[in-house]
T-cell receptor
Framework: ETGVTQTPRHLVMGMTNKKSLKCEQH?????MYWYKQSAKKPLELMFV???????ENNSVPSRFSPECPNSSHLFLHLHTLQPEDSALYLC??????????????FGPGTRLTVL | SQKIEQNSEALNIQEGKTATLTCNYT??????LQWYRQDPGRGPVFLLL???NEKEKRKERLKVTFDTTLKQSLFHITASQPADSATYLC???????????WGAGTKLIIKP
């Protein structure tokens, strides 16, 4: 266990559905991240939150909407997704985003399939 | 922009031998580089960090080297075991901030 949990672990949704992914970290970290991982491709950083403030949005389509109500919780709201959005969505946390060597701790991911 | 290259082909190694994985980057030399392990259906797990002024770092059976002239890091597992089978990712900070960019990973298979 890394101290980062994600729910659900698997999600199948239609293109017209609305769903949310949840991430919780129990490490006392101040930074949280959403990544997308597609088969045989590098991790793609989607969003970064530092002290609950969004500090990065890597040109992510608006059908993905993040929410960070506090430093321990992070959500990714999904709406009218496309089949190419099917991937493993990983949440990570780190002590902060300002340290040059902050290690990231990952959750197990949510395997998303869009039909 | 910075790019990371890792062998996309799986690496098959006989148990007991040393496995060596490569991470090449293309542009500026980063202040540090990290290695992670990822098992199927799980998130990456941090293994080692090496800084630009360190040529080598060790942790148990793991060894990482960092050659800023070659723009390359090598990751070694000595006395490899089947339990070492996984995908290994390297990551380094982007030039504009400390956000990590990632290689696609190399799948390592240790055969008994």
């Amino acid at each position: 266990e890394t101290g980062v949990t994600q729910t659900p672990r698997h999600l199948v949704m239609g293109m017209t559905n609305k769903k949310s992914l949840k991430c919780e970290q129990h490490l006392g970290h101040n930074a949280m991240y959403w990544y997308k991982q597609s088969a045989k491709k590098p991790l793609e950083l989607m969003f970064v939150y530092n002290f609950k403030e969004q500090t990065e949005n890597n040109s992510v389509p608006s059908r993905f909407s993040p929410e960070c109500p506090n430093s321990s919780h992070l959500f990714l709201h999904l709406h009218t997704l496309q089949p190419e959005d099917s991937a493993l969505y990983l949440c990570a946390s780190s002590p902060s985003t300002s340290g040059e060597s902050d290690t990231q701790y990952f959750g197990p991911g949510t395997r998303l399939t869009v039909l | 922009s910075q790019k990371i290259e890792q062998n996309s082909e799986a690496l098959n190694i006989q148990e007991g031998k040393t496995a060596t994985l490569t991470c090449n980057y293309t542009n500026y030399s980063p202040a540090y580089l990290q290695w992670y392990r990822q098992d199927p259906g799980r998130g990456p797990v941090f293994l080692l960090l090496i800084r630009e002024n360190e040529k080598e770092k060790r942790k148990e059976r793991l060894k990482v080297t960092f050659d800023t002239t070659l723009k390359q890091s090598l990751f070694h597992i000595t006395a490899s075991q089947p339990a070492d089978s996984a995908t290994y990712l390297c990551a380094l900070p982007r030039d504009s901030n400390y956000q990590l960019i990632w290689g696609a990973g190399t799948k390592l298979i240790i055969k008994p």
